[in-house]
Structures are given as C-alpha cells and as structure tokens.
C-alpha cells in the first residue's frame, strides 16, 4: 500500500513551546492506496461546501477561533484529482470523529462508506448544528458503517476492531473516547510498523512523552471541546504506551510539526 500525509485545512499559526519555527495548525488526513480496496481516506478535513460557503456550513464562533484558511486547494478531493486519482475511486473514508474539521469533506465523496463508531454517530445525529456538528455534513445521507465499542485486545488496547470491506491486516479501529462520545483512532499497517492516526485525543506532541509537555493555546483547546476529561486522559495513556513500548508511530490531526515529520 502507499500512503501520502495531506493538510487538508491550514488553520491559525501556532507558537512551538520547543523553539521550532511557528507553523499553522493543519488537519492531517492520510490518503491509503489498497490492492483491491480502492482509495481509503482516513478523515476528510473541509469540504468545497465548507469553503465555499462558509457561513452556512461552518459555524461563526468556531470560524473566528480556528480561522481556517478556507483553501480549495487544501480540500481532499482537490488534493486526491491532484495526485492523479480520480476522487470517485475514494470507496472509504474512516472518521476518528464527526467534528465540523473531520467530517466536511463527507459531500465532496457521496458514493463512499463512511466507517465511524456507533456511539459518534449517535451523538451527532442527536444535537441540532453547533459548533462541533453539523448536519450538512451528512445531508446527503452517506453509507455509514458503524462500529461498536467492543472488540479485542491489540498491544493492551482493548475494543479494537477490523475495518468492514478492508483488509483487517492492515486496518484497525482503536478506541480512544473522552475527546467526543464516540472518538477512535485509526490504525494502519505501513510496511513492518503501525501508523496511528490518533484524531483529537491529544493536540501536540509533547503529549505523548512519559513526562508530558502540553501546548498552552492546544491544551486550552482540548479541554473546552473534551466530553469527559477521565476517559480524554486515559486514553491519552493508551497512546503513550503505544508509542513508547510498542513502537506504533502515532500522530494526530492538528499538530503542524508531526505533519512536516511525516511528510518527508
């Protein structure tokens, strides 16, 4: 398989509390060419609706907090026509969560499965538009395949299941909740490691260090959207053992370093 690590929303800059030089925040999205499964998109950032309209599709609030660059360039199914695919063959798309910046892309592939956990859907479709859900999003009614929070065991993580439709080989659904009801991060074979796309379980890098260094404006980012704040740490603990006794290369979507580190 190859996979290609796309931004597919530039957001505000950010200051590193590291030294590294100042870079906007991103939506970090992966791109996965299967054998036999077509493209897999793993989340799908803003869409063209988004940009295009985004006063219908984004809300206000969030819109002046996150200042999105609001690209057409940046959308996912531009960026996949641009390498040459054409964005029908995009048959998955798997969601770490139905937030407004992982779920806009969804019109822009309205012929794809959309894999995301039962207890995310649920939540969604349950509250009215809001900062963090909007139902434009899935007004075009997609292919939802859903999962619930059972499943086996993987490096210590229980509940983790295969990918309906996908090699079960090469991807995984790791639960990882406390962010929103029904977050998970999605796991893919590259070669002999795991890549872990982590979504929004935790924001900088620094976070996953055995003694944690938090970013100070993502950290107060994460606990404003955070649905319970036990679950969000427990499964922040999950991701460190994963990275530093499993070796897994794990990322999440919006911190701008760990993009460039697996870009190059």
Known sequence: MR???LNLASMRELDSPDGRPSQPAVCHALLVETPASGLVL??????????ADPAVHLEREWTELVEPVLSPAETAVRQVAALGHDPADVRHIVLTHLDVDHSGGLP????????????????AL???PNRRY??????????????PGT?????GVDGVRPLTGLPEEDFLYVPLDGHSDGHAGVAVRDGDRWLLHAGDAYFYHGELAREP???????LVQ????????RRLSSQERLRSLANDHGVAVFSAHDPWELTEYSQ
């Open 108 to 123: 822009d592939f309205p012929h794809a499965e959309v894999h995301v956990m039962e207890a995310e859907l649920k939540a």
């Open 223 to 230: 606990l404003q959207a955070q649905v319970d704040e036990g």
């Open 42 to 51: 793993v989340e799908s950032g803003l869409g063209l609706d988004d940009v």
């Open 126 to 128: 349950a509250q009215g």
């Open 134 to 147: 909007r139902p434009s999003h899935w007004a075009h009614a997609p292919r939802w395949v859903t999962y």
């Open 213 to 219: 260094r938090p970013h100070p404006l993502m950290d």
């Open 3 to 5: 996979i290609h690590h």
């Open 151 to 155: 499943g086996t065991r993987w490096l």
